[in-house]
């Protein structure tokens, strides 16, 4: 019977009749993996190459930009950071651009911004011009940093959304990787040539993703925000591992939307929203207690996801390992490419674990490996600059160990977790503006930290500088474990419960506790 199992029945009642009984039993669709949803989060996810390889190229290019220019620290500390400041303008606009145009055209908006940008840094005839370029490139990668988690969390189905949402950070990997391999590509022409060409080659992958991303369908939420049902259903159709969890998908989005269920037609008319004004409102002014729990949990991943000096660690690598004892040129881009394949092959690895141990411990884990790291890193460091005149290849072999330890704990859980945490929990009305108020907040201190990195550690020396960052990791291990709840298998339409459900908890707490302190007070009355 096809989707029916049918199990017959025949009772005798002893005058010879029979009373049979059917059962019909609906038998679940058989789940498929999803590839259409694979190949759809795997185009959108190649915005983030723009970020990683902007950041992979400069720790090198930097190297040959110093001397061509003639820049000081100051200038290399600006010229490095800037970018993350420049990103907030594009990850702000993102969200209101993303629920005028969709998801699949601002991607496409994304990838043409940094093109240009690319193309002005790689003709920079100055300062002041390649800070130029990093202007327009900074807002394309703000644009594409906010519109790949938001666009992959909304089409892949619950079972393996972990999976796919935290594509994004394999391709910033994948980006920092091949930036890191330009470096090396270009390093033996004249220096004038080489830093050039590395920032400028830039462009090309930006031009393969726009072609590309035109093959994607348009995010089936963004279509259910427009009354588009009837195209929703059929990428719904697409992306979902069965039939049921299709309509179940579509039902939910229908209600998060506010577009009633016995709504069938394939265009319909939706209530009308304001431009933004009353979402803003609502995460910022006036929030329930489960938004604003929402709003601090994503904020708060992303602040701590750069504050603990991952950046630091990408972005001045050679700087790192110079100060740690190794020389040369090419043996400071050699260690700096060992980085890159390291932090690439760890997120790798934490991609197929997401889904499978869930997100909390993969986060509570990796962060504790990130405060070791960051530990070993800062006594190394300080045994090196308290030896200056000795080579201490057992302190050099240490840093280097606990550089590459600390991007693979990285890379592994904080993340990865972070693209496909915050994208969840942030309610369909608010995702948009409330993902650019998290990407904000991420480039936000990546850019503070990455202009300030090197005047800091000539403050408190560079070994203090990491015992700082441990610190703040050590915090960031706290406020995962007492503010994220468990996310893994929840559709994304659930997330505002259980975070109201985490506020009840405490206010329930919180009333346990009055209500004991009130009691003890009453018995010390009584007592007197």
Request: hydrophobic share 45%.
């Amino acid at each position: 019977m096809g989707d029916q199992k049918v199990e017959n029945s025949v009772t005798s009642n002893g005058s010879g009749t029979h009373n049979p009984a059917m059962v019909i039993e609906p038998v679940p669709e058989k789940r498929r993996k999803n590839k259409y949803a694979f190949g759809c989060a795997m185009l959108a996810s190649m915005t983030s190459i723009l970020l990683g390889y902007d950041i992979g190229v400069m720790s090198g290019a930097m190297l040959f930009i110093k001397d061509d220019l003639k820049l000081d620290d100051t200038k290399v500390e600006v010229l490095m950071g800037i970018l993350n400041l420049y990103c907030l303008i594009g990850s702000t606009a993102a969200g209101r651009t993303s629920d005028w145009i969709g998801r699949r055209y601002t991607i496409v908006f994304a990838a043409v911004i940094f093109f240009f940008g690319a193309l002005m840094m790689g003709f920079a005839t100055n300062f002041a011009f390649l800070m130029a370029g990093r202007f327009v490139a900074g807002i394309g990668v703000g644009y594409a940093l906010m519109i790949a988690p938001v666009y992959t969390a909304e089409v892949s189905p619950a079972s393996t959304r972990g999976f796919l949402t935290s594509f994004p950070e394999v391709f910033i990997n994948g980006g920092i990787l091949l930036g890191y391999v330009s470096n090396i590509a270009f390093a033996g022409l004249p220096k004038h040539i080489s830093w050039r060409l590395m920032l400028g080659v830039g462009s090309i992958p930006s031009v393969i993703l726009a072609i590309a991303v035109l093959a994607m369908p348009e995010s089936p939420r963004w279509l259910v925000m427009q009354g588009r049902l009837g195209e929703a259903k059929r990428v719904l159709d697409k992306t979902s591992e069965s039939k049921q969890e299709a309509q179940s998908r579509l039902s939910d989005i229908k209600d998060a939307v506010g577009i009633p269920q016995h709504c069938t037609d394939d265009v319909v008319p939706v209530p009308k929203r304001s431009h933004g004004e009353g979402v803003w409102k609502e995460l910022l002014l006036r929030p329930s207690p489960s938004v604003r729990r929402i709003l601090i949990a994503a904020v708060g991943i992303h602040f701590f996801q750069q504050a603990s000096g991952v950046d630091v660690a990408v972005l001045y690598s050679p700087r790192i390992f110079r100060k740690a004892g190794i020389k040369s040129k090419n043996g400071l881009l050699g260690a700096t490419v060992a980085v890159g394949f390291t932090k690439t092959i760890f997120i790798l690895v934490a991609t197929f674990l997401v889904d499978r141990f869930g997100r909390r411990p993969l986060l509570l884990t990796s962060t504790a490996g990130m405060i070791l790291s960051l530990l070993g890193l800062g006594t190394g460091l300080t045994i090196i600059d308290q030896n200056p005149h000795t080579k201490l290849v057992g302190a050099i072999a240490i840093c280097i160990l606990a550089v590459l330890t600390f991007v693979a704990s990285f890379s592994i859980g904080l993340g990865p977790i972070t693209w496909v945490y915050s994208p969840e929990i942030i309610p369909l009305r608010l995702r948009a503006q409330g993902m650019s108020l998290a990407v904000a907040a991420n480039r936000v201190t990546s850019g503070v930290i990455g202009m300030t990195f090197i005047s800091l550690y000539n403050s408190i020396t560079i070994g203090g500088t990491f015992f700082l960052f441990a610190g703040v990791a050590t915090l960031s291990w706290i406020f995962f474990y007492t503010f994220l709840p468990e996310t893994q298998g929840r559709t994304l339409e659930e997330m505002e419960a259980i975070f109201e459900k985490k506020e009840e908890e405490k206010g329930h707490g919180q009333l346990q506790l009055g209500n004991a302190a009130t009691l003890s007070i009453g018995n010390e009355n009584g007592n007197i």
